[in-house]
Every structure is written in C-alpha cells, then in structure tokens.
C-alpha cells in the first residue's frame, strides 16, 4: 500500500502527516489521531493506519504539534490545541482529497475525536480505543509532577522513558473539558474498543462513554491487548473490526460510481498475512484470495481458479436471468454448480490439443420454473453466449507492464 509524506498548517507551525492509500480509489478516508506524546508512526497507529489502506480506506495520520516531525513547542499544546489540529487535518483533506468519514482515535487520541467530531460535518463514525471518558485522566500519568506545575507554572516530567515539559495552562485546558455532553450529542456511529486489561486507561472508561453515547453504539473488549497494541495480532485485529464495522455507515465516494462502456480497475496486492493471502479491490468492493492449505496456503480465501469459476457461473446466471425477463419465460430460480480439473488433451476427442494437458470446467445449469422441454433446451444453450464463456473460448491476449 503507497504511504505518501505530506504537510499541513497546524496550531503551531507546520504538521508533519502520511497518507496511507489503498493504490485506488478509496472507499473512504480516515482520520487517525495517534495516543498521547505518541507520534504517527506508533506501532498502533501505523499498523492499524496501513491495515485499513488494504481493506481500501486511506487514512490520514500525523504528529501533534510538537510531536514527532511536526513543528511547534509541545509545551505550548493542550487537548484544545490537539482539537484544532485535528480540525485543520479534516480542513487538508477537504481541500486535497474528500473530507473524511471516520474519524479514529487511540487513548487521549481518542477523548480528542469525540471533542472534535462537531467540527467535521462529513464524519459519519468515531472510533475510540482505549480511550479515556475524561481528559483530565491524564493527570495521572505524571501526578507526581502536577503540584509543581501548577504552583510554578510548569514542570517537566517522564512519560513512556521521554521528558516532556507541561505546564500550568495544559492542565487549566484539561479542566475545563467534561466530554459526557460531547458523548451525548456525538450524533455519529460510535465503535468502542477497549481491552479488560489495560492498566493505563481502566475499562471503566469504555463504560462512561458507552452510557454516555447514545445508539448506533457499539463496544468490543480486546481482551489481552495492552493499552499501546504492541503485539502486531492485536493491531490487525483492531483494524479487521474498524473495517467490517465501519462499512455500514460509510457511504460510496462518486469516483467509484462509472460508466458501463468504463471497466473497472481490478487492483490485486498481497495481504502480508500466510504465504499468498491476496488483497482484490474492484471499484467499492473488497475481496480476499489465497491457496489451499495442500498447495501452502491458508485457505483464507478463494483459490485464483475458485475465482475463474466464479466469474462464469454468475455470468452463467445472470445470461440466462436476462434471457427469460426478454422472453418473458417463468424461470424461477438459476443455480450453476462448475468444477475444473487437468486433463490429458488424448482424452478429448474434440480439442484441437493432442498432447500434455488441457484444462477442462464442467458446469451443471440447474433451472427451476413451469418451463416446456424447449424451453429449457434453449436456455441452455444461451448459457454458452455468457460472455465470460465466450471469451474462454476466445484468444485472449495478456499484456504485461512494469509499474511504477
């Protein structure tokens, strides 16, 4: 999947962002707002980021100010400045692309989305994981620091092995966000994800916001994951959930819509999970394809000729279904069951090939309905003009270029 380096206005100077692309047109586009003093390139965020380019979303994900490679004094920020950031990246994609449809956020990432979801108009979905209900939580990751910086304006503490300088304005800003009455009005689909045992933000959170959202609202416990998803599984588990969730609230982008004298580009890239797992994107639609386990695959997915004989028995089908409506014939139902094997191009005493193998496709048209005998016989032969049997039987010529 193509990462691209970008940059965009930000609160305090210019932020530093990839877009992770699925290499066509995307379903949809995402906003990703990484955990706090993370960056963009976190394990979570990075993962789960590239996860969903394959599943076709493309997701925006990018450094705070002061984090990572954006610009700016961390000191300087706050949840509202983190907000605005997330606005002003909203605003980019707007601008450059189309505005995004879900919004993601980990940890105080994701107290930040739910803030910020009234501010981005075209966001359907809102993600939050292991986020917590509150941003004042995060007082306590450096409680020992906090006396001192609000009696001294600021004071520098140690999160996750860094130093980081806060100061008194960061925790004044905290203060004054109560997100339950966000929460209330988020007005979006709302996925939750949180794990039992993350011992930086208690689940308890998870169940603050959820009694706070109002439905579509869902929660998913990732039972075992640690606060950070530093195990690859848990990521991919992350990204697999966002992605068969979100669909139902993402609604197509125009690109994908085309004309019937336009084909549509089929993109196949590899999954980077087994052996041959495969990716297919076709316009909206996202398919996956893998070898067999007795051929070193992991049988997640159709095999490539699994496919072929897909694509003539829906053809099959669909030919015979067009058929009757023009006749207007009472067929009621069309199921063709297909199977493909080698053989020895001696046993075919009608092939023009008379040595090595041939492959051969049987294919059993079952029609059901109040039809005559010729009736049926004709259907059948109008299974042999489908034009995917046709251009079987066609020569077909397959040009290969170097891509870019």
């Known amino acids: 999947m193509p990462t691209r380096r970008i940059s965009f206005p930000g609160t305090g100077g210019m932020l530093d962002a990839r877009l992770d692309s699925p290499g066509i047109t995307p379903v949809a586009y995402a906003l990703f707002a990484h955990c706090f003093t993370c960056t963009k390139d976190s394990v979570a965020t990075s993962r789960i980021s590239r996860a969903l380019a394959e599943h076709g979303i493309a997701v925006l994900r990018f450094d705070f100010t002061g984090l990572g490679g954006s610009e700016g004094e961390f000191a300087n920020t706050n949840f509202s ?5 997330l606005v002003n990246a909203a605003d980019y994609l707007r601008e450059s692309a189309r505005a995004p449809s879900l919004l993601i956020g980990h940890s105080l990432g994701g107290a930040a989305v ?10 359907r979905a809102v993600v939050t994981i ?5 941003p004042r939580h995060v007082q306590n990751l450096f409680a020992a620091g906090v006396g001192d910086a609000v009696a001294h304006g600021e004071q520098e503490v140690t999160l996750a092995g860094r ?6 304005q960061f925790l004044d800003d905290i203060a004054e966000h109560q997100l339950s009455d966000n929460i209330h009005r ?8 949180h794990s039992p045992q993350d011992e930086t933000v208690n689940i308890e959170h998870a169940r603050a916001i959820y009694e706070s959202a109002l439905h579509p ?7 075992g994951a640690d606060h950070l998803l530093t195990r690859k599984q848990d990521a991919d588990y992350v990204a697999s959930l966002v992605n068969a969730w979100v669909m139902r609230y993402l609604a197509p982008i125009e690109e994908n819509t085309i004309s019937d004298q336009e084909p549509r580009v089929v993109l196949v890239s590899e999954a980077g999970q087994g052996a041959f797992a495969q990716n297919i994107f076709i316009g909206p639609h996202h398919l996956h394809s893998d070898e067999p386990i007795s051929y070193g695959g992991d049988d997640a997915g159709p095999s490539p000729y699994d496919l072929l004989l897909a694509s003539l028995g829906a053809c099959t089908s669909m030919t015979l279904r067009m058929y009757a409506r023009h006749k207007q014939l009472p067929l009621d139902h069309v199921e063709v069951e297909l199977s493909h094997r080698k053989i ?7 092939c023009e090939t008379k040595t090595g193998k041939i492959d051969r496709i049987d294919r059993r048209v079952r029609i059901n309905g109040k039809l005559s005998d010729v009736q049926r016989k004709r259907l059948l032969e109008i299974a042999d003009r489908c034009p995917v049997h046709q251009t079987l039987h066609s020569e077909v010529m397959v040009l290969t270029f170097a891509g870019e």
């Open 186 to 193: 988020l007005n979006r689909a709302l996925l939750i994800l």
């Open 81 to 85: 400045s983190n907000v605005q950031d």
């Open 163 to 168: 130093r980081f300088l806060i100061r008194k």
């Open 217 to 223: 609202k869902s929660f998913i416990s990732l039972d």
């Open 130 to 134: 292991g986020a917590p209900s509150d």
């Open 114 to 123: 739910l803030r910020a979801a009234a501010e981005i108009p075209e966001a």
């Open 344 to 350: 020895h191009a001696r046993d075919c005493g009608s």
